[in-house]
């Protein structure tokens, strides 16, 4: 047992005097290390207007953050001046953890991800909780209608439009979709259009916080009708004629008058010769020998003149 302690005694003594000098040296670096560290001077900053995040939000039903009582949050570090100093805002997230919420009005906590900052610093947030609602997330179906500037040259007018599709679905919080029956397309100039044409044109929601589905497309197509200016033109005293009716015949009133819709020079160039007022009675009557009467348009203008009333709108046929 003597000779036991005797070499412990002995291995003690070499280790601790072996390479006395690497070893004072160590000890003194370490001391040098620990003082400097403990010298540092401590700092707080304050980082403001700091994105929150909301996290773990639940997919199924779909829910989103339509409003909160605070937009950002304040942060408070402290820690090395100089590693304090050196962090930058995007290095610092702020978050609240929404998994499990349900639609309403709620109350999270602010917490700070710690894990992308060095372990020498510590950190505060402020405020500490803040006050969150909590929407379900809908789609619904709208119409898209343009949106049109200037008018077409004088002596020309938009005679109709449409829209391929006409509708989109559109998604987001369910406050902001409900009241949204319908979409414009971006600004389409008519300044110069004298003609029909077509143009690919991007959809306008008008709200940031709504989107067009991926369903959906984010272009229609419009196709504008432009033409010259149409007006309206009556022309009276124009004789019946009746066909196709027993011998002696007569027709009570002899005469109607009639009214026009087409483009202007058209419209104003029709003669009465240009038009003819016909009772064919084998056609039938349509009351107490009344007949309706119809009205041929000369080849020139039958397909672009439009027939609006005819008065009386019905002629007596006498035997």
Do not use: C
Not at 29 to 53: D, G
Not at 55 to 63: A, D, K, T, Y
Not at 227 to 255: D, H, M, Y
Not at 288 to 310: G, S
């Amino acid at each position: 047992m003597q000779r036991y302690f005797t070499a412990i005694r002995e291995y003690l003594k070499d280790y601790i005097l072996e390479n006395t000098g690497l070893k004072v040296l160590a000890l003194l670096i370490t001391a040098v290390l620990w003082l400097s560290v403990a010298s540092r001077p401590v700092a707080q900053v304050a980082l403001r207007n700091v994105p929150i995040l909301f996290q773990n939000l639940p997919e199924s039903p779909n829910l989103e953050v339509t409003d909160t009582d605070v937009p950002s949050a304040q942060v408070y570090l402290e820690g090395p001046r100089d590693i304090v100093d050196s962090i930058r805002p995007n290095e610092i997230t702020v978050y609240a953890d929404m998994k499990g919420v349900e639609p309403g009005v709620r109350v999270k906590q602010l917490m700070i991800d710690m894990s992308r900052l060095p372990s020498s610093v510590k950190g505060g947030v402020e405020p500490r909780e803040i006050r969150v609602r909590v929407e379900r997330v809908i789609e619904k179906d709208v119409l898209v209608k343009p949106r049109f500037d200037g008018e077409p040259p004088s002596g020309f007018e938009v005679i109709g439009w449409q829209i391929t599709p006409p509708m989109v679905r559109i998604g987001g919080a369910e406050s902001r979709v409900r009241d949204i029956n319908e979409v414009s397309t971006e600004t389409v100039r008519l300044t110069g259009h004298t003609e029909p044409f077509n143009e690919s044109v991007a959809i306008d929601i008008g709200s940031a916080n709504v989107n067009i589905t991926d369903q959906s497309p984010r272009k229609v197509m419009l196709a504008v009708s432009i033409s010259e200016q149409r007006e309206e033109r009556t022309l009276s005293n124009l004789p019946v004629t009746i066909i196709n009716a027993p011998g002696g015949s007569l027709v009570r009133p002899k005469t109607v008058s009639v009214r026009l819709y087409g483009p202007r020079s058209l419209v104003g160039a029709i003669t009465p010769a240009d038009v003819n007022v016909i009772v064919d009675y084998q056609y039938g009557p349509t009351g107490p020998r009344r007949f309706t009467p119809e009205v041929k348009l000369a080849a020139n203008y039958a397909d672009k003149v439009v027939v609006r009333t005819i008065e009386p709108p019905s002629i007596r046929v006498l035997p």
